[in-house]
Structure formats: C-alpha cells, structure tokens
C-alpha cells in the first residue's frame, strides 16, 4: 500500500499542541508511559501463546529495549510483543478523540496545578502521546505476532501523520523519539544520557515483570558490550512471603520511605476476585520528626501493573495512618488517573477500607503476640492513631480495642479499656480520666486525691488529641468517659466509707452563707462555689461543668483561629480543710466582710494554680501574696 498522509482531528491537534509546549512539569514521565505500554503489549503476546497454539510467535526472551543515538539525537523503546495490525494503528494510535480527547483537554483546564494536569497523562489513552514533551518527531514501527507485514506511522504532531505498510518489520513494536535540545530551564532533560535513562527506570518501572534493558550503541571494529539490565523485576508484593527474606523487605522499605532504619512491622495484602490488587505496607519505628506538621508528605505509592503512577497517594490510607509506608499495586486502574478522581473511585474506597482495617487488626495482633513490639509502636504512632476516634466512626471500635493508656494503676504498664472496666470496683459505672500535659501533673493535680483516697484507677491522658477525642467516644461497652475533673465526682456510689445524708445536710447548711457570698463576690469569673468531694487534703479546686469546654480545648481551638468565648467555671471547697473551715468561722463572726474578699480571691487563684493554670491577675496575685506572708513575720 501507498504512505497515506491523513489529519488529525481539531481536538486531537489541540491536544498535540498542548503537548509539544510541554504543559507538564514532570517530562519524565514520557518513558515511563512507553515502557508501560511494551509492557503490557508483552502480556498481551504472551496470554495470546497460551490461548492459541498455532499462533507464530517467539516468545522466549520477552524483553523491552532502550536504545540511544547521543549523535542523532533519538531514543527508541523495542518491545517483542503482540504488535499491531495496519488497521489497530490506525485505530488506535491516529485516531486519538476516539480515547476521550474532549474529556482530557476540559479535565486539563480544570487542574488547578501542575500536579494535578500530571496526573491525567495516561487516564485517557493519551500516554503514547507524553512522546511530544520530548520529541519533535515520533515514528512508530510495529508488526502483530503471526502477520508477515509491519506498519510505519509518523508525526511531527502538526496535525497530520502517516501510515505506511513495510516488510522487514520485526515482531513487536519499537517508538523512535527525535528528541528536542535539552532545556534545564523548563525540565527538558537530556535524555540521551544512560545515568538519566537509569533513573527514570529505576524509579517508575523497577518492578515490571519484563527486563527493560539498555542497548548500548555497536562499536567500530569492536565487541558491542552485552545490555545491561535497568530494573530488578522484584515485585516482593507479588512474591509468596516464603520466598521472601526479612532483609529484602527492610530493603524496600528503606527504598519507598527514605529511612535508614528498619521497620517495626511488615504487612501483606492481597485481594483478588473482580478487583485484585496487592499491597505491602511497613510500619515505621520511629515516628518522623515532621508528622504533625501539615507538610508531611503521606500517602503510599501506587502502582498500576507494577508501573508505578503516584509517589504519594493519600486516597489508599486515612489520615491517622499517615506514617504508614508501603506500595499498593492494582491490576484494573487506569494509568495515571488524577489525584481527584483517585478521591472518588469506589475502587480506591474499598482498598482504604480493607487496608485500614488490615493495619489496625496486624497492630491488635502485634500488642497479643508481641508486647515489646507494640509497646514500642504506641509510644511512637498512639497520638496519630487517637486521631481516628474523632475523624473514623466506622473503625472507633477496633481503633479503641488497640488503644492503650497510662493509668494510676502502674507507673511503666498501660491498660486497656477493656482491662479497666474488668478492674472496675463495685458500684463503679463510670470509667475515669483526666486529662494534662504530663503525668506528673495529673497525679500532683488536687482533682485526683478522692480517687487516689479510695484506690480508685483514673486514665492519664497526656496527649493534646485526648483532650477532643473522649468527648467524641462518650463510653466504652457501655460505660461512660467521665473527667473526674468536670462535673460532679459521682463516687458516693463507689465509696463504702461516704458520710451519712444527715451529715451531708449539716455540713450544706453550715457552709451555705459563705458559698453563697463568695459566688456573689467572684461572680465575674465563676459560675458557682460549692462544696467538694473529690478533696482530701488541698483547700480548692476548679472544675469545669459536664458540658463546657476544658481550658486546654479553649486554649486549642484559639490556637487553630477559632474564636471560643471564655467559660466561667466551678470552684470547689473542701469542708475539712483548716484554711476553709476558718474562712467560714470568719465569715459567720464578721459583720465587716470586706477583708475576707481578697482571701476569697487568693483561695480562687490558689485553685487555678494547683491545676496548671495562671491566675487572671498575676501581678495583683503576687503582691496579695507578698503582703500575707510580710505580716506572717
């Protein structure tokens, strides 16, 4: 047949365009859409061996070549698979609208940013054309296994191409690029250099199943040195864990992760059925020192084929898991579909959710079988973890079952929910908690002496997420988070030695007068005085209400912009103290009260002291106090 010179459609030409001005950053990704495509033209050729044995087609050493013409300036990818016909490439490659140009140049207009536009490389069958980035001129020659013709197309991607039939074409299908100057300015490397070359390789397409080698250039008069091989065909998540070491896992880790160490844990998955995919996961044993700042990069990388298509994607893990590292490798995504579209595709929800609930049952499995390892891992990932009570409602159940927290009950052993509310005493329907910036200040803090009186356990939640998290959860099987520092303590039903009602209304009635005048008197900061039962030896303390908002979580939400207004809290007296016994006898025998408002105001901010917090006036506070201890000599 004749060479045919045919156009190219309006769209396609656009898209041609975009093409040849280079509207991607990331122009590497050129060889790793053809290296993807004779990949998968080798899979194609060899399933069609097995599916017809009179095809004629050699399939002994399926391979992919790269070779280099540093003095012609060309690269060309050779693949020995399932080629073409005259008519697929015409179908297939000059007739690009048939893909969905229409629907990639709006997508492509509606990238907010180069990432973005990256992405849709590949999504509509557009990968062949990545070609353009790079390349002047493109020439494709290809022959389909068991036909005796070839066929040539070529474009300078001006709008017409041309198809031309040839008879020396080998089987397969080789892309000859005319490569344009290098231009480091806007990311057009040399690609006839061999390091380049190796790189791109190296990091797109390691883990293919074919060897893609690199051709060096025939000598003259000399021996042509053998190809050398660019990737290591190890896809270990395709691999039976049996014929897999430690060391080779703790080498990819360190390969996907950047770490020098080695991980805690490593994780399979494989899912197979009318979505297959396989995952590899590791959990790190050290948190990074940038995990919770918001320009961690998380995500795992995605793979397509075992041609990787996103360095980080965030879509295949929830945010609280975002120290996890590891690569996902799907066999039914399309090539390179963009990060929003990721966000959306039910395939992609459905791997989140299998491998969320993979990693939290390996970590659940780890804190059974192996207390050491997971002792380690909560002290390093728990916060990030606790996050997932708030943002996972789906997963709080198994998140709580692998939660561990630091309790009164030992100093160095964390317990479980579960383990507490075994533990819990009679009576006791609430678990308890408070929460601080350290355990120190917890156990020193005055709300925790009833508790610590009567020997019952209280949660030490140090972390700033507890501070949202238990609100969110509210009970455990059944049993309500209660703060022994808000609200009432609740513990007469826990306590054997309570005082009797009689007493209780004795001691209401004897102390009514001055609770009701130091809540006039210190209106403007609290909303009650009234009398304690969570203190055994301190004379005050604060509380806040069941249902206001901590200091801490005021002081948090200010830190995020969030306008919070102020609340007024809850000081509590304790009856048997002396300061507070005499404070009374001095009220009830004082016609003149007035000297009694600044003890009052002392006694407040004595409170607001013994739980970490400042007093509203420091200055004032200081000299009050300067005064009392001058007259004291």
């Known amino acids: 047949m004749p060479t045919e010179t045919l156009e190219f459609q309006v769209e396609a030409r656009q898209l041609l365009q975009l093409m040849i001005h280079s509207v991607y950053s990331n122009k590497d990704v050129f060889l790793r859409e053809l290296v993807s495509n004779a990949s998968d033209a080798l899979d194609k050729l060899r399933l069609a061996a097995l599916r017809d044995d009179s095809l004629e087609a050699d399939t002994s050493d399926l391979h992919i070549d790269i070779e280099i013409d540093e003095d012609a300036r060309t690269l060309t990818v050779r693949d020995n698979g399932i080629g073409m016909s005259y ?10 609208a048939n893909s969905g140009t229409a629907a990639f140049l709006k997508e492509l207009k509606e990238a907010q940013d180069a990432a973005g536009a990256e992405g849709l490389i590949g999504q509509f069958g557009v990968g062949f054309y990545s070609g353009f980035m790079v390349a002047d001129e493109m020439t494709l020659v290809t022959r389909r296994a068991g036909e005796s013709g070839g066929t040539r197309w070529s474009s300078r991607g001006e709008g017409t191409y041309t198809l031309e039939t040839v008879a020396d074409a080998p089987q397969g299908t080789a892309v000859t690029l005319h490569l344009k100057p290098a231009d480091p300015e806007n990311n057009l490397h040399d690609y006839t250099s061999a390091w380049k070359i190796r790189e791109i390789v190296k990091r797109y397409s390691d883990f293919i199943t074919w060897p893609v080698r690199l051709v060096p250039k025939p000598g003259d008069g000399e021996d042509t040195p053998e190809p050398e091989t660019l990737n290591s065909m190890k896809a270990l998540w395709a691999r039976p864990r049996e014929e897999v070491s430690d060391d080779e896992y703790h080498v990819l880790y360190k390969h996907v992760s950047h ?62 898991l975002r120290f996890v590292k590891g690569v996902v490798d799907a066999q039914d995504l399309s090539l390179n579909v963009s990060r929003e579209i990721l966000q959306q595709d039910r395939h992609i929800r459905m791997i989140q959710r299998r491998l969320t609930k993979k990693v939290l049952s390996s970590v659940k499995e780890m804190r059974a079988k192996d207390p050491d390892k997971y002792a380690v891992f909560w002290r390093e990932f728990g916060a990030v973890l606790k996050e997932g009570l708030l943002s996972d409602p789906d997963n709080r159940d198994a998140l709580l079952a692998v939660a561990s927290f630091a309790s009164t009950r030992s100093e160095d052993e964390p317990t479980t929910l579960q383990s507490y ?13 408070m929460t601080g910036e350290s355990r120190q200040s917890i156990e020193n803090s005055p709300h925790m002496e009833a508790f610590q009186a009567r020997g019952i356990e209280v949660l030490l939640l140090t972390d700033p997420v507890d501070e949202v998290w238990v609100d969110a959860v509210g009970e455990f099987e059944g049993k309500r988070l209660r703060s022994v520092a808000k609200g009432e303590t609740g513990l007469d039903a826990v306590s054997d030695d309570q005082a009797d009602d009689g007493e209780k209304e004795k001691r209401a009635e004897e102390y009514a007068g001055l609770l009701g005048w130091m809540k006039e008197q210190l209106a403007e900061d609290l909303k009650d005085v009234r009398l304690s039962t969570r203190l055994t030896v301190s004379p005050a303390c604060v509380v806040s209400d069941t249902h206001d908002l901590t200091p801490a979580l005021e002081n948090m939400y200010r830190a995020m912009g969030q306008e919070v207004p102020t609340t007024k809290r809850i000081l509590e007296l304790n009856p048997g103290h002396p300061l507070v016994r005499n404070l009374n006898k001095a009220y009830q025998e004082r016609e003149d009260r007035s000297g009694l408002v600044e003890t009052a105001a002392l006694l407040r901010d004595l409170a607001v002291l013994a739980e970490g917090g400042q007093p509203k006036e420091p200055a004032r506070f200081v000299k009050a106090v300067a005064e009392r201890l001058e007259r004291t000599l």
């Open 87 to 96: 008519d697929e490439v015409g179908k297939l490659i000059g007739t690009i």
């Open 259 to 320: 770490d020098w160490r080695d991980p805690l844990e490593t994780v399979r998955l494989q899912a197979e059925g009318t979505f297959e995919y396989q995952a590899l996961l590791f959990l790190p044993e050290h948190a990074p020192a940038d995990l919770f700042t918001r320009d961690f990069r998380r995500g795992l990388q995605l793979y397509v084929k075992r041609v990787l298509i996103m360095d980080d994607c965030e879509a295949l893990l929830p945010p609280y």
């Open 421 to 433: 509310v075994e533990r819990m005493k009679d009576g006791q329907d609430d678990i308890y908690y």
